[in-house]
């Protein structure tokens, strides 16, 4: 296989860096990045993970002029940049369109079973699972496709389930302008699954609750709606 262009690594320094599609976010809510995060335009990032995943692949002691491999860290680059790890750009920030309440609606609106796909920080294995998303409008309402696609710029990072959660929901606090929020995930790791105690039956969950969605009456209801009435 012919050797990829040889370039230096990333320096990572440990440096929280504020990105600028999650500047509306809490500090302690920011995914940590590099203060070079993005420096490097998506097309040489994607010559730079090949490199490395080929100095990988080879130290495992795989056979990359082997037709399955040959192409596999490119294959790798590609999905992790264009794909797996899109959310970490801002410029994949999804664009949110928000209406006027004209119909007076007054309760809750739930989304359930949005369907995520995320990546463990810790073993960059899959996390996979299902949101719950619901909120009581105070003048404003969103397009219902905004909030799968909110979901999703948040899951395609590294992450851990807690941090993943709270982002969710105080991105929707602040796009919708209310603090009348909540959102639930339920989800399987496969670095719990597929490795280490290797428990495939356990599921993780956690929630965020904000404004009136913190009283008993209004958790009680969401769960109702969530159980499927």
Do not use: W
């Amino acid at each position: 296989m012919q050797k990829l262009p040889t370039t230096p690594p990333v320096q990572v320094n440990g440096t929280p860096r504020e990105d600028t599609g999650t500047a509306s976010l809490p500090e302690h809510l920011q995914t940590p990045l590099c203060e070079d995060a993005f420096d490097l335009s998506d097309a040489e990032k994607k010559v730079r993970i090949a490199f490395y995943f080929q100095r990988i692949m080879e130290t495992l002691g795989l056979d990359l002029n082997d037709d399955s491999l040959r192409d596999t860290p490119a294959r790798v680059a590609r999905m992790y940049v264009e794909e797996s790890f899109s959310g970490l750009d801002p410029k994949n920030k999804p664009q949110v369109s928000l209406f006027e309440n004209t119909y007076r609606y007054g309760q809750m609106l739930v989304e359930k079973n949005i369907l995520f796909y995320s990546n463990c920080e810790h073993h960059f294995v899959p996390i996979f699972g299902k949101a719950h998303v619901a909120y009581i409008s105070s003048g404003k309402v969103i397009g219902l496709s905004k909030l799968n696609r909110i979901v999703r710029y948040y899951a395609q990072r590294p992450q851990v389930q807690e941090r993943m959660t709270c982002q969710i929901g105080a991105e929707l606090q602040n796009v919708l302008g209310t603090r009348d929020v909540a959102v639930i995930l339920d989800a399987k790791h496969l670095c719990v699954a597929s490795r280490g105690v290797q428990d495939d039956c356990s599921e993780t969950l956690t929630s965020f609750y904000g404004g009136c969605f913190e009283s008993p009456e209004k958790m009680a209801e969401l769960q109702f709606y969530l159980r499927g009435c």
